[in-house]
């Protein structure tokens, strides 16, 4: 049975390891923000983060996924804090909480320059669109747990759906208006995934009578 001392030893190893992997994700993103998304291969990232080509292999088995480790910090980080949300809350209050409550600016604003990437580079934008739905499963039974019961699976799946949208449509105006440097119509992606969630209940389409007469 291991002794206190090489469980220490494999706590700091771990940890060294954990560093690593943020250290060479850290490096993908400053490329990616300093000469752009097509910039970044494995050798590039391993420079920059001071390790050797073998080193960046070792924690990341392609340039794609370097490239969506901070896509995937800011979902897991998004988990969390859904998670920590009292369960008192409705679902609505719960997620306004989360986007306009107090984070991690620096990894949010990593995922602004990774979204302004996406808009440049259709390859990029896929990797980020594919992070967004794998997140899709856990928060669909994160709703399930929250709304209970009564409400049908389709229901369930249609609101996480909606949600995800929500995101995906926030982090596809803020970057467009990133990209050209005009005005955007939020000031930052987490006020436009706000007001983004706020839309879920009002209407988005008019009705037949509202199109007919709007001709």
């Known amino acids: 049975m291991p002794g206190p001392v090489s469980c220490v030893t494999g706590s700091l190893r771990d940890r060294k390891r954990e560093q690593t992997r943020r250290a060479l994700a850290l490096a993908a993103y400053r490329i990616v923000h300093d000469e752009g998304v097509d910039a970044v291969t494995a050798e590039a990232v391993a420079d920059r983060a001071g390790v050797s080509r073998r080193t960046f292999f070792n924690y990341f088995p392609s340039v794609e996924s370097v490239l969506t480790a901070s896509v ?29 409550g107090p984070s991690d600016l620096a990894l949010v604003e990593r995922i602004g320059v990774l979204a302004a990437a996406g808009e440049a580079s259709p390859h990029a934008r896929a990797l980020i669109l594919g992070e967004l739905h794998a997140w899709l499963d856990w928060f669909e039974g994160w709703l399930r747990e929250r709304l209970g019961p009564t409400l049908s699976e389709l229901h369930v799946a249609t609101i996480a759906s909606a949600t995800v949208g929500a995101g995906e449509a926030a982090l596809r105006v803020w970057a467009r208006h990133a990209v050209d440097g005009s005005p955007s119509p939020t000031p930052s992606f987490q ?3 706000a007001d983004a969630v706020r839309l879920l209940t009002t209407p988005l389409l008019p009705d037949a009578g509202d199109a007919v007469g709007s001709r």
């Open 72 to 100: 995937s910090e800011f979902f897991a980080s998004l988990s969390r804090r859904l998670e920590a949300t009292s369960a008192t809350l409705p679902v609505r209050d719960a997620l306004l909480s989360v986007v306009q």
């Open 191 to 193: 006020d436009g995934f």
